[in-house]
């Protein structure tokens, strides 16, 4: 009887978990975390990080390609990364507004989430101009998850 009346207080837990946690916040908190990540990896990367190898492609691939010049690599990289911690910010205003219960924390998340969306976009179009269609497979894995992102929470709205 002792795994009945654990695997009860489990399932209580549980139960009292998601009634605490609404899955907004959840989204909010792994969407600011996956742009502002991506975003300062823009500003402090080595060669371990994307985004050392986001401005290598730039630079030994994809302006070449365009017969632009490789120096524009760096200002690419910083105008995608301040895009990135934009939309980073959005989602962290959105998180503290679930957290806070503020009136207008779910038109903050559509809004993060539409923004995120047309971001991917401009990125897409970005990679067809460039030649990357390797690219566009990810990014289209991404508009997706933000899409299914906001079916999700208009769901419990």
């Given at each position: 009887m002792?795994?009945?009346s654990s695997?009860?207080?489990?399932?209580?837990?549980?139960a009292?978990?998601?009634?605490r946690?609404?899955?907004?916040?959840?989204?909010?908190?792994?969407w600011?975390?996956?742009?502002?990540?991506?975003g300062f990896?823009k500003?402090?990367?080595?060669a371990?990080f994307?985004?050392?190898?986001f401005?290598g492609?730039?630079?030994?691939e994809?302006l070449?390609?365009?017969?632009?010049?490789?120096s524009?690599?760096?200002?690419?990289?910083?105008?995608v990364g301040i895009g990135e911690l934009?939309?980073?910010?959005?989602f962290?205003?959105a998180l503290?507004?679930?957290?806070?219960?503020k009136p207008?924390?779910?038109?903050?998340?559509s809004?993060s989430?539409t923004?995120?969306?047309?971001f991917?976009?401009?990125?897409?179009?970005g990679?067809?101009l460039?030649?990357?269609r390797?690219q566009?497979?990810?990014?289209?894995?991404?508009?997706?998850?933000?899409l299914?992102s906001r079916?999700?929470?208009g769901a419990?709205?």
């Amino acid at each position: 009887m002792p795994s009945q009346s654990s695997g009860s207080s489990i399932a209580g837990a549980l139960a009292t978990l998601n009634g605490r946690v609404k899955i907004a916040a959840v989204l909010s908190l792994h969407w600011c975390l996956f742009w502002l990540l991506n975003g300062f990896d823009k500003f402090f990367n080595s060669a371990d990080f994307f985004g050392a190898n986001f401005k290598g492609m730039l630079e030994n691939e994809l302006l070449g390609r365009l017969a632009l010049d490789s120096s524009l690599a760096q200002p690419i990289a910083i105008i995608v990364g301040i895009g990135e911690l934009v939309l980073g910010l959005l989602f962290l205003a959105a998180l503290i507004g679930h957290v806070g219960h503020k009136p207008n924390r779910a038109a903050v998340l559509s809004v993060s989430i539409t923004l995120s969306i047309l971001f991917f976009a401009l990125l897409t179009a970005g990679s067809i101009l460039l030649g990357a269609r390797d690219q566009m497979l990810q990014q289209g894995v991404f508009i997706a998850a933000l899409l299914g992102s906001r079916l999700a929470v208009g769901a419990t709205d």
